[in-house]
Every structure is written in C-alpha cells, then in structure tokens.
C-alpha cells in the first residue's frame, strides 16, 4: 500500500478488532492474541515506551479499513520494514517486513482488548531498560532469533 492508499485486505472473520488512536483506521484480525515484546531502540521510539508489543500473524488474516499511510524504515541490519499507520493520528498499525512477505505484526497497544495479550518471549533485551525485570520463565534472546525455528517459538507455534 502506498502513503494515502485505501486500506484493501480481503476481509476475514476474525478475533481480534483494533484500531487507531482516532478510530479512523480499524481492523479484524483472525489470530490470537499471542505477541512478543520488542525492546529495541526503535520500538522504545515507536511505541513512546520501554518496548513495543508484536501480533504476528499471516498477512491474509488482516482487513483494514480506512485511509492508511506507509513509510519504510531501514534497521541497522539493512532489513527493511515497511511501516503502517493512520495519516490523522499518526498510530502505527502494523508492519510488514519486506524480506517476510506475507507476515505482518499488529502491534499489541492498538487491540481494542489489550489484556488478552499472551506474552510469547522478548526480543533486543541487550537494550530492554535496566529497571524492567522479565519473566524468566519467558524465551529471551539479547537481540533476535537467528533460525526460522526460534522465530515459531517466539511466534508461540510450532516450526512446521
């Protein structure tokens, strides 16, 4: 999707609804409420906070509805994402990174239901905030999984 473009995901029934700040820009997602937190520096930026909060899910499991607008956004690493949100509030709605075509994460402050989140595990915690004590009971790593097998066990399902 282009900056200004209409949002334009098939619809699907779904389980989870979110939207903006606004409430201009709307979603149905059908996926659970299974995401990790993300405390790099960018995320700390992005989410105004200590971490943001991922939903992975396949892109064809999200509709969105609304005006939508779109920039991309080059990691040190020279990956690149592009990145959703609404043009009026300026709230990122989700990513898509260009090098995982057809997956995308809603970030977790935008459901209309934030407590049913389920944390899966923590990303970048070579950058979390030292005051901020993590589950020990949750998978960790100090910056990213490294195979596409730690990413399903970030992403709470199995590799397949």
Do not use: N
């Amino acid at each position: 999707m282009a900056d200004g473009a209409k949002g334009t995901r098939e619809a699907v029934k779904g389980d989870l609804t979110g939207s903006c700040q606004c409430g201009a820009v709307t979603y149905r997602a059908k996926s659970a409420a299974r995401g990790y937190a993300c405390h790099c520096l960018d995320c700390q930026k992005q989410s105004s906070s200590a971490f943001g909060i991922s939903i992975p899910m396949d892109a064809t499991d999200l509709s969105v509805e609304g005006d939508i607008a779109c920039f991309t956004k080059t990691a040190d690493s020279g990956a690149q994402t592009d990145c959703y949100f609404c043009p009026r509030c300026g709230s990122r709605i989700y990513h898509e990174g260009k090098g995982r075509l057809g997956k995308v994460t809603i970030k977790g402050g935008t459901l209309d239901d934030t407590s049913a989140i389920e944390l899966t595990g923590h990303v970048w915690t070579s950058r979390k905030q030292a005051w901020l004590d993590l589950d020990p009971d949750l998978p960790a790593w100090e910056t990213q999984p490294a195979s596409p097998e730690e990413w399903e066990l970030l992403w709470g399902r199995k590799a397949q």
